[in-house]
């Protein structure tokens, strides 16, 4: 071979090296990238709004996957695992969603936007949703979580007090177990219940206690006709929407809450010392016996008295009913997660609750699961399950002769028990430690509802929903009077007793729901609704009473070992329940609105001809805003008007109370008799209300300061009273279309976000309420009626022109000096001193004709006061309320001062004697000149309470993400710590729990003043 060939054929060779080795290496490089492109990767970002400001618990899910995570309090976000071709899918409520391509990038930031939109459509207005902007009626709203982050409570109704105008909720008891007392616009009926309609998530008669707190979304409150007439018989009242939580779409979260509460009494009444009690006891003896000084028969010697102010001795009834500090603890546990068409949510709680009274005590355990799912793009279904056991038990207090009366009316110088463990009574008076100690009531109850719906989408905007709700519960009530119990005292009932009482009921509801929802130009879009609706409901109640029991521990649990049965009972009612409705909400030009709609209900309460009941409503409204002439107006957000009008109705009517009634006697001898106690009345009707209403919505620099007027009027009609009949009829009473009452108020609701940057925000929102309730008519003879029932109602009247809540008795002038020109016969120099109304008749005073109006327990207006402050991780919330224009019957102070004992009321000091003419305190022998209730004892209720302060910090999630945590929260809250008021007894607040007899405290568990810390936490 030639050098020239060689040369030839090595060149050849090392070309095709070369070319091999820039084939092997770009083969190489194209290996690396396609690994490189195959690999996951970890990326991460911060989201925030137009404003720069960050986004908090948004939703960043790779899309197509299960693999999602939430923003922090920052903005920020991180997620591992992340293919480096993904799609990131942003979502949260009220801002467009974004899908971003990954593209192998590792920091991903966005902005996001509000979607105006979907900000509108969250408001629930009952069979549906509606934008807010298209709301023609008056509808306020609350945010669960923005609530209980103000004020921590196991149960949501104490956090919604003072939030929304128009709604009055008051803390009627600190007892466990006790709720609060909700009453929208006035009291619409006597016979009847005057409380809202609670509807949860579409469950008609729901109830909060079923609820766990932070499984609430969002509470609506339908207050005018216009918007609670859909719900027809049962909407007078007002109507409590309740959206409670799902889950939203991304990673599987859990949640969780809880919190410890020290609890204290917020306020003692003053008390004299055992040793004043004691020198008390002596001058009531030298008083009212005439025993002279330093002889033999004195109460208490000058050594005993000494030994009681070293502390030997005596005993404090007060502390002894109240625990120095109780202990609540809430804890709630929440799963929820969800994967591209399904969602679910696992919930639980436990409450456990020690009340600031011994012996007093609550438990209460929540359940909740709730899946979602699209079996198809047009068909959706979902379950949901849930409900709550409780147990509760305690003294009993607010009826007369109770724990907290009888404890400030006992003598501190006797001690609870003797030297043997026997308790200290009086001949006519057991010891009140028995009502403390010897405590055998126990209450249990079990409520559990079910709920499925099924959704079908026929056409676009047109969709139909059936929905099946049930509801089982179970109550049972036992309770004993042991043989060291207060009844069974011989001053009382005098032999031991136990009784058992339980209570089985079952509910169906189905509703079934076609919508149509068209947009079909910027000019016009409606919102139809059509509904069918039937329900069912039974309830079986049966109950024994049995005397002289064999044994005291085993007192209820065995009653067929007591001597002797009392007439056991049982009764079983079954109501029916058949509706429609039809309802349309049109907006033109996106500024005029018009809701119209009419419920048509029958009900099997009421008799043949009157079973049927049509409710119709009107509303329109007119968002000037919008309008050209103020197109220039900058400076204003919103300017609507409203205009409402509707009739509502109230299934006051108790089962049955169309038809007679009997009822059964057992004499001595065994023989039973039957005698008539109700009269039929086939011409029973729905008690009716019809309302007007008028408001303003406003808004200014871009709804920076809101404001929201509302005036209205109620009239409910054909108000069920019942009538004491004549004798010669056979029958005692009948119930009757009788009376009408008239509510009329105003509403105002005030927000501002008076500061708001990036590193500090002040929020504040007033509600003002003003309502007056009258009773326009009563039929029959007399222009008045007297409430029967509990002991309290003797103080009141509901009389024709006058106020619901009129206290009605003696008006008390004082004390009767040595000068007893003009008193009645039998008077004496230290009596009462009553206003003779009728002189022309002589001088007695008598119930018939010296008696008038001398108070009202009904507030001429409440208000309620939030502040939020929020800087860096840090917020700050404080709440006030306020109750003005009322009055209190203090039967407590009653009690002490004319009662045969001699209570430690330091009121005594002040007696009347010839010494101290000018009081209002009677002598010891004049206490008995007492004629019952008057004005002696009615006080200005007023009352301004600080009812929360709560701090919290928010935790970064940087240095929390590799525990994958999301959200940590701690906080610190007292609840009541201060209170300015007038009041001489504990807790002005609780005498306003019941709505016919406002203003009356015979003694009510006082709410306490409470201290708790807890956290939340998210993983």
């Known amino acids: 071979m030639n050098k020239k060939k060689f040369n030839i054929l090595m060149n050849i060779k090392m070309s095709q090296e070369t070319l091999m080795k820039r084939w092997s290496g770009l083969f190489f490089m194209l290996l690396l990238s396609v690994s490189a492109f195959a690999q996951n990767i970890s990326v991460s970002g911060t989201l925030v709004d137009v404003n720069k400001e960050p986004v908090i618990g948004a939703t960043v899910l790779v899309k197509g996957t299960t693999n999602g995570t939430i923003t922090d309090f920052d903005g920020n976000y991180n997620l591992t695992n992340v293919p480096a071709q993904a799609t990131l899918s942003i979502s949260y409520i009220g801002y467009r969603s974004q899908e971003i391509a990954v593209n192998g990038r590792t920091t991903i930031n966005a ?75 006035g009291v619409n009926s006597i016979s009847g219940d005057s409380g809202p309609l609670v509807v949860i998530d579409g469950f008609i008669g729901g109830d909060f206690s079923a609820l766990n707190p932070s499984d609430i979304q969002s509470v609506e409150v ?24 799902k889950a939203q779409q991304g990673t599987t979260r859990v949640t969780y809450s809880g919190y410890v509460n020290m609890k204290t009494p917020s306020k003692m009444p003053t008390q004299l010392s055992v040793a004043d009690n004691a020198r008390l006891q002596n001058s009531y003896m030298e008083e009212v016996y005439g025993i002279p000084p330093y002889t033999v028969g004195r109460y208490f010697s000058s050594d005993e008295i000494a030994a009681f102010e070293r502390g030997e001795g005596g005993y404090n009834y007060l502390d002894g009913t109240f625990r120095d500090v109780a202990v609540e603890q809430m804890h709630e546990l929440s799963v929820s997660g969800s994967s591209e068409k399904t969602q679910y949510l696992v919930s639980a709680s436990f409450n456990l609750d020690n009340g600031i009274v011994r012996n007093s005590e609550g438990k209460r355990a929540n359940y909740r699961a709730k899946i979602d799912t699209e079996l198809r793009s047009w068909w959706k279904v979902g379950a949901t399950l849930w409900g709550y056991y409780s147990e509760n038990k305690g003294p009993n207090f607010g009826q007369n002769l109770n724990v907290l009366n009888r404890a400030l009316m006992f003598p501190r110088f006797l001690t609870a028990k003797d030297e043997e463990g026997n308790y200290n009574d009086l001949s006519r008076e057991p010891n009140p430690m028995r009502k403390v100690n010897e405590v055998k009531s126990d209450g249990y109850s079990y409520t559990s509802y079910f709920q499925a719906y099924s959704d079908f989408t026929i056409l676009k905007g047109l969709t139909f929903r059936t929905a099946i709700s049930l509801n089982l519960g179970n109550k049972n009530n036992q309770s004993a009077n042991t043989k060291d119990s207060y009844q069974a005292h011989p001053s009382q009932n005098g032999y031991t007793s136990a009784s058992v009482n339980n209570e089985n009921s079952f509910g169906m509801l189905n509703t079934n729901t076609l919508s149509y929802i068209k947009e079909f130009n910027e000019n016009h879009r409606i919102n139809a609704t059509l509904v069918y609706e039937q329900s069912y409901g039974t309830t079986y109640k049966n109950g024994i009473t049995v005397r002289n029991l064999f044994d005291n521990d085993i007192a209820y649990n065995n009653l067929a070992l007591a001597q002797s ?15 429609a409705l039809a309802r349309v909400n049109y907006v033109l030009f996106n500024r005029y609105m018009i809701t119209a709609s009419y419920r048509y209900d029958g009900s099997s309460r009421l008799a043949k001809g009157n079973q049927w009941y049509g409710f119709p409503s009107v509303g329109l409204a007119w968002d000037a805003q919008k309008e050209k002439f103020l197109s220039r107006a900058n400076w204003l957000s919103q300017a609507k008007l409203r205009v409402g009008y509707g009739v509502t109705g109230n299934q006051a009517v108790p089962a049955y109370s169309a038809y007679s009634q009997i009822s059964q006697s057992v004499d001595s001898k065994g023989n039973i008799s039957l005698s008539g106690t109700r009269r039929a009345n086939p011409g029973l009707k729905w008690e009716s209300t019809t309302q007007y209403n008028v408001g303003i919505d406003l808004g200014f620099m871009n709804n920076r300061f809101t404001a929201s007027v509302d005036l209205y009027n109620k009239l409910s009609e054909d108000v069920i009273l019942s009538v004491t009949l004549p004798a010669t009829s056979g029958f005692a009473s009948e119930l009757v279309n009788a009376a009408t009452i008239r509510n009329r108020g105003i509403e105002v609701t005030l927000g501002a976000d008076v500061i708001d940057n990036k590193q500090f925000r002040w ?6 309420t003003h309502n007056e309730g009258i009773v326009k008519r009563i039929d029959g003879v007399k222009s008045y009626m007297e409430l029967s029932g509990n002991y309290e109602n003797t103080a009141y009247r509901y009389i024709v022109g006058e106020k619901i809540g009129t206290m009605w008795g003696y008006v008390n002038n004082g004390i009767w000096g040595t000068d007893l020109t003009g008193a009645p016969s039998g008077t004496s120099p230290g009596d009462y001193r009553y206003e003779n109304l009728n002189p022309e008749d002589g001088d007695e005073i008598t119930p018939d004709k010296d008696q008038k109006i001398i108070g009202n327990g009904q507030p001429v207006f409440n208000w309620g006061w939030t502040n939020t402050f929020n800087y860096k991780g840090f917020d700050l919330s404080l709440f006030f309320v306020g109750f003005h224009g009322f009055d209190i019957y203090n039967n407590n102070d009653w009690l002490t001062v004319t009662d045969s004992r001699v209570s430690p009321n330091p009121d005594w000091l002040k007696r009347w004697t010839p010494a101290n003419q000018h009081t209002d305190i009677p002598s010891f022998q004049g206490k008995s000149s007492d004629k019952g209730i008057s004005s002696r004892h009615v006080e200005k209720g007023d009352f301004i309470k600080i009812k929360t302060i709560t701090l919290g910090y928010n935790f970064k999630t940087q240095w929390m993400q590799k525990a994958t945590i999301y959200n940590l929260r701690v906080f610190a809250s007292a609840q009541n710590p201060f209170i300015i008021t007038k009041y001489k007894g504990l807790d002005p607040e609780v005498t306003l729990k019941n709505t016919l007899t406002p203003g009356a405290d015979w003694g009510y568990y006082p709410n306490g003043r409470n201290y708790i810390i807890g956290l939340n936490i998210t993983f």
């Not at 207050?223 to 007002?238: E, H, L």
């Not at 929020?763 to 003002?768: C, I, M, P, Y």
């Open 111 to 185: 902005v996001l936007e509000e979607d105006s939109k979907q900000l509108d459509e969250v408001v629930v207005v009952g069979y549906g949703v509606q934008r807010r902007s298209d709301l023609t009626g008056s509808v306020a709203s609350v945010k669960a979580e923005d609530a209980l982050r103000t004020m921590p409570s196991s149960n949501i109704t104490d956090a919604l007090q003072g939030r929304m105008a128009g709604v009055s909720i008051v803390s009627g008891s600190g007892q466990p177990g006790s709720g609060s007392t909700i009453r929208v616009r």
């Open 222 to 245: 339908l207050k005018d006709a216009s918007a609670t007439a859909v719900y027809g018989s049962r909407g007078a009242n007002g109507v409590l929407l309740v959206t409670t939580k």
């Open 565 to 579: 049965t009392e007439t056991p009972s049982s009764d079983r009612t079954v109501t029916t329940m058949m509706s």
């Open 763 to 768: 929020h504040t929102d007033v509600t003002l």
